[in-house]
């Protein structure tokens, strides 16, 4: 049985374990600029108010508005400037360049006097059983104006509280807010035919769609590369090199990724003892299912599940 486009995307999406890093507001002086270091992943930039530039290292120019998103890859300098109409760029002074991301701060300031651009600013954070290839690897930014009333501003300025102020339900809070932020942005681009991240070209190759299917409905069975080239209908060597180059990882790693996210689920959501759990999910023992976890979440999965429960009471 065949597989539509959109339940894939859904599905990948419900895998995706993506949180914010920290946010900041990013008030910018008309006639002023603020340059900021790269970042180590991709990053989110949505204009709360106002209207100026962002400026990329590589020469790349983006006007942003109220309610511009932009979702930039990891590795760039930039620069947002305040610039009001008529204003050449020779009039803009450089009055800060921060160290973005290194905590959460209420705002960077830029310059004094007449209101220019407001924008929130934070990281984004991938887990590391979510498919490596999610952000990280954007060949280039990502752009959108959300023109309805509102836009995502309320979204964004809960994001800012949030990771100003964290309690009780911070991360569960911030990951369902940023998921739906990053959906609604996916959502226009593949709209308009321009998925902009590599791993959505899987959806549309119906071999890689068929394995990736296999992975995300039946991850529990004893999938090897062999057996997933078969489903997709390529020899080997083949599909490794073309989902590797797509997915950003292994189709193996994809699977162990697919496997860890539903043992996390159930150590949350049941009772279930942990080797029942790991043969669940396809681990062929509980010492390669913990090993697994503790790699991937840095914890072991009796402490995961007694931290996580205290944290619900």
Same mark, same amino acid.
């Given at each position: 049985?065949?597989?539509?486009?959109?339940?894939?995307?859904?599905?990948?999406?419900?895998?995706?374990?993506?949180?914010?890093?920290?946010?900041?507001?990013?008030?910018?002086?008309?006639?002023?600029?603020?340059?900021?270091?790269?970042?180590?992943?991709?990053?989110?930039?949505?204009?709360?108010?106002?209207?100026?530039?962002?400026?990329?290292?590589?020469?790349?120019?983006?006007?942003?508005?109220?309610?511009?998103?932009?979702?930039?890859?990891?590795?760039?300098?930039?620069?947002?400037?305040?610039?009001?109409?008529?204003?050449? /760029?020779?009039? &803009?002074?450089?009055? %800060?360049? @921060?160290? #973005?991301? +290194?905590?959460?701060?209420?705002?960077?300031?830029?310059?004094?006097?007449?209101?220019?651009?407001?924008?929130?600013?934070?990281?984004?954070?991938?887990?590391?059983?979510?498919?490596?290839?999610?952000?990280?690897?954007?060949?280039?930014?990502?752009?959108?104006?959300?023109?309805?009333?509102?836009?995502?501003?309320?979204?964004?300025?809960?994001?800012?509280?949030?990771?100003?102020?964290?309690?009780?339900?911070?991360?569960?809070?911030?990951?369902?807010?940023?998921?739906?932020?990053?959906?609604?942005?996916?959502?226009?681009?593949?709209?308009?035919?321009?998925?902009?991240?590599?791993?959505?070209?899987?959806?549309? /190759?119906?071999? &890689?769609?068929?394995? %990736?299917? @296999?992975? #995300?409905? +039946?991850?529990?069975?004893?999938?090897?590369?062999?057996?997933?080239?078969?489903?997709?209908?390529?020899?080997?060597?083949?599909?490794?090199?073309?989902?590797?180059?797509?997915?950003?990882?292994?189709?193996?790693?994809?699977?162990?990724?697919?496997?860890?996210?539903?043992?996390?689920?159930?150590?949350?959501?049941?009772?279930?003892?942990?080797?029942?759990?790991?043969?669940?999910?396809?681990?062929?023992?509980?010492?390669?299912?913990?090993?697994?976890?503790?790699?991937?979440?840095?914890?072991?999965?009796?402490?995961?599940?007694?931290?996580?429960?205290?944290?619900?009471?």
């Amino acid at each position: 049985m065949g597989i539509h486009t959109s339940e894939l995307m859904e599905r990948f999406f419900a895998i995706m374990e993506v949180g914010a890093g920290a946010f900041t507001s990013c008030d910018v002086r008309l006639g002023h600029q603020l340059t900021f270091e790269a970042c180590s992943t991709a990053s989110l930039h949505y204009c709360l108010s106002g209207k100026g530039t962002m400026r990329l290292n590589n020469g790349l120019a983006i006007a942003m508005q109220e309610h511009s998103f932009v979702l930039l890859p990891a590795g760039i300098v930039y620069t947002i400037a305040a610039n009001g109409s008529g204003q050449s /760029d020779d009039r &803009l002074h450089p009055r %800060l360049r @921060a160290p #973005l991301f +290194r905590e959460s701060v209420p705002t960077i300031q830029a310059g004094e006097g007449e209101t220019g651009i407001l924008t929130a600013c934070g990281e984004i954070s991938i887990a590391a059983t979510s498919p490596s290839d999610f952000f990280t690897h954007l060949p280039s930014p990502v752009v959108e104006h959300f023109d309805e009333p509102g836009g995502l501003r309320n979204q964004f300025v809960i994001l800012l509280a949030e990771s100003l102020r964290p309690g009780i339900g911070t991360r569960a809070l911030t990951e369902a807010l940023l998921k739906q932020c990053l959906i609604l942005l996916l959502r226009r681009q593949i709209d308009r035919g321009t998925p902009p991240v590599p791993w959505m070209a899987a959806l549309t /190759d119906p071999g &890689l769609a068929r394995a %990736l299917q @296999a992975i #995300l409905e +039946r991850s529990r069975e004893r999938f090897t590369v062999e057996s997933l080239a078969s489903i997709a209908g390529m020899s080997r060597s083949a599909f490794a090199v073309r989902f590797a180059e797509v997915l950003g990882q292994t189709p193996m790693g994809l699977l162990k990724s697919v496997r860890l996210h539903h043992a996390r689920e159930l150590l949350v959501t049941t009772n279930k003892p942990i080797d029942q759990i790991a043969h669940s999910v396809g681990f062929a023992s509980r010492s390669n299912f913990s090993h697994a976890f503790r790699v991937a979440y840095g914890v072991d999965p009796t402490k995961f599940r007694a931290v996580s429960l205290d944290n619900r009471d």
